[in-house]
């Protein structure tokens, strides 16, 4: 069964949610969504690596934070709830030197006022890169027509 709010939702329709965000400037690209999960790509380049040339730790907890926020978003009524980060944590497992990085969020508890999300972060050779938990706190519009 979807844990998703809009029971029809599509990738085509997640992907432009990162327009405009830290998301879309280091490229991070939304690639599949299935019945509880959520996968999305980012690029190891000059925008994602640390001066050793490796892949930088920050921008990994970046993409297991996208990817996780944005499944909470999927999650709640748009209309009367929005969601924020409150915790995430990152073990850093392999270095990766180029290619891509994907990540797959499933959610280990969604609540009505905070999700737990797991995001693996693997690499090209589908090893494991990383492993992060991420919290999101749900929280009540209280002006819908400005938005928070």
Known sequence: MSVW???????????PISKNTMGEYIGIEFTEIGENYLKAKMP???????????LHGGASATLA??????GSALVIDPNNFYCVGMEINANHIRAVKEGFVFATAIGLHL???TH???????????????????TVAVLKRKNPENGL
């Open 116 to 134: 737990v999300w797991d995001i693996k972060i693997y690499n090209e050779q589908e090893k494991l890169v990383c492993v992060s938990r991420l």
């Open 65 to 70: 934070e996208t990817v996780g926020s944005v």
């Open 111 to 113: 609540g009505g006022t």
């Open 44 to 54: 190891v380049d000059h925008r994602t690596q640390q001066p050793y040339g490796l």
């Open 5 to 15: 709010f809009n029971k029809s939702i599509s990738i085509e329709d997640v992907k």
